[in-house]
């Protein structure tokens, strides 16, 4: 491929969104909920919503897809599958199927998510260290692809595989352990991971390229290589490692019995800044310095990206319920706390969010004194706090804030502490006439919540109660 086809591969997003900056389209979209009485005031407005930028889920759509596309020979296959985990959200799993991204999953729910969304079969990855039999073998009738994670799988589906034939495409996850990042959490390539096949474990890379050759069905190689924390270059060491793998493999095998590298998701957002790096089109340079042979039309591609297409296209509005003084820390109670900012509310330094302020009709709070405040969610324990003695204009009952940056990992994965019930989701489009809001998730209701709670058992516990059959 010419060198300079990258030169047209649009950078500056995720994040960016064509026609105006990150901070004038958030301005804008608080100011229309505020004024669409999505959130706000006590006259019936909720407190607490969550929206998502449909304009800009596409634009990282587009900037995924031009980056791996401008980088291989015309005709290679390359399959771009969002992690469901980061949004499991139905409306946007249809929104990045139209915009040609399919579905990872890594549970039976998440599977079923990603088909009630219409993704076919054929652009779904199945991953999951814990896949049960039910799971495997539901997949392999679906021709599903699966990543197995360990050699116990591995004979699950063997026997899977004896018993009836499949079209799904196999592979075998490993861990490289090149590595942890900064967040321990969310490292996936250290000595001692949970995740796939460790190949520097004494005998483990024998072993795996023995696995292929007694099985000729197995044609893909996955990785997940980075995450959150982890740095651009130590991801690509990951994937040049298992693409040194792969070839390995298909010399022993004397054909290329490997065809498709999946190389996982993991390009890190900063959501402490509108800083749009790293983009798609900056890994792609880097994969091509580390690892050249990834791009030469020898090998289809599997991406399973989930944070950098979705987190900053996410907002979070809560309206300001109190203000009040304690120790002489200013402090602003609001709706939006551990359920919806669960990572943030217990490991707040590796996950800060931004805290921006506005007034109760949506307009930013320029021009005031910074002081600093504690802005505190509503659950019944102290440390829930969205941010620590933040310098910000003094909060008002009645104001607004916004957490931007919240778009995967946050809202869509509520936290059901204190039944706080999960807050709606709003998606909006730029139209000539301003921004227009469609509903993604409805808020939870009480009653939903009664009965997730089991309301309808609510005798089953006591003596003398009639027993009521599983499952009703
Ligand atoms: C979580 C996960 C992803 C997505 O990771 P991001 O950091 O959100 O891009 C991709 N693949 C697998 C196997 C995962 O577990």
Redesign the pocket.
């Known amino acids: 491929m010419a060198e300079d086809a990258l030169k047209d591969v649009p950078d500056g997003v995720p994040g960016g969104v064509p026609g105006g900056g990150a901070a004038e389209r958030r301005d804008l979209a608080v100011r229309a909920a505020v004024g669409q009485g999505l959130v706000g005031g006590d006259d019936g407005a909720e407190a607490l919503v969550c929206l998502l930028d449909a304009d800009g889920i596409e634009a990282s759509a587009a900037a995924l897809r031009a980056a791996f596309g401008a980088a291989v020979p015309p005709g290679t296959p390359v399959l771009h599958c969002f992690?469901v985990?980061?949004a499991p959200l139905v409306p946007v799993l249809r929104l990045l199927s139209a915009a040609g991204i399919g579905c990872?999953a890594?549970s039976a729910g998440e599977l079923a998510l990603a088909r009630a969304a219409g993704v076919g079969a054929d652009r779904t990855v199945l991953?999951s260290p814990a896949k049960t039999r039910a799971e495997l073998r539901e997949a392999l009738a679906l021709g599903i692809a699966v990543n197995a994670d360990n050699a116990q799988e591995l004979d699950r589906i063997d026997a899977l595989m004896a018993s009836a034939p499949s079209r799904s495409p196999l592979g075998l996850r490993v861990n490289t352990q090149a590595g942890a990042g900064a967040i321990a959490s969310?490292s996936?390539a250290t000595a001692t991971s949970k995740f796939g096949f460790a190949l520097r474990d004494p005998g483990a890379r024998e072993a795996v390229v023995a696995a292929y050759l007694a099985r000729p069905w197995l044609t893909r190689l996955h990785t997940?290589a980075?995450?959150?924390g982890v740095p651009l270059a130590l991801s690509a060491q990951g994937v040049r490692e298992v693409f040194e793998l792969a070839e390995e493999v298909n010399a022993a095998a004397g054909r290329r019995q490997i065809d498709t590298i999946d190389i996982?998701?993991?390009?890190p957002v900063d959501t402490g800044s509108d800083d749009t790096g790293p983009t798609y089109a900056e890994y792609v340079r880097v994969l091509r310095e580390v690892v050249p042979g990834l791009f030469s039309g020898r090998y289809g591609l599997v991406t399973?990206?989930?944070?950098?297409l979705l987190a900053r296209h996410g907002l979070v509005l809560s309206r300001v319920e109190y203000t009040k003084s304690s120790g002489g820390r200013a402090i602003a109670v609001t709706h939006a706390g551990v359920q919806v900012a669960t990572r943030t509310v217990y490991a707040g330094a590796s996950w800060p969010l931004r805290i921006l302020a506005y007034d109760a009709k949506g307009v930013p709070r320029g021009g005031d004194a910074l002081v600093p405040q504690d802005v505190a969610g509503p659950a019944c324990f102290s440390g829930d706090l969205l941010a620590e003695a933040r310098p910000l204009p003094l909060l008002r009952p009645g104001d607004v804030i916004a957490v931007p940056g919240t778009g995967?990992?946050f809202f869509t994965a509520h936290y059901a502490y204190n039944s706080l019930l999960r807050p709606p989701v709003h998606a909006f489009r730029s139209t000539p006439d301003g921004l227009r809001f469609t509903l993604v998730r409805p808020a939870q209701t009480l009653s939903d919540l009664l009965q997730e709670a089991g309301a309808r058992h609510r005798d089953a516990l006591l003596h003398g109660a009639r027993s009521s059959p599983a499952g009703v």
């Open positions: 992690a985990k980061a990872e890594a991953d969310t996936t997940h980075g995450s959150q996982g998701g993991g390009l399973e990206f989930g944070r950098s995967a990992y």
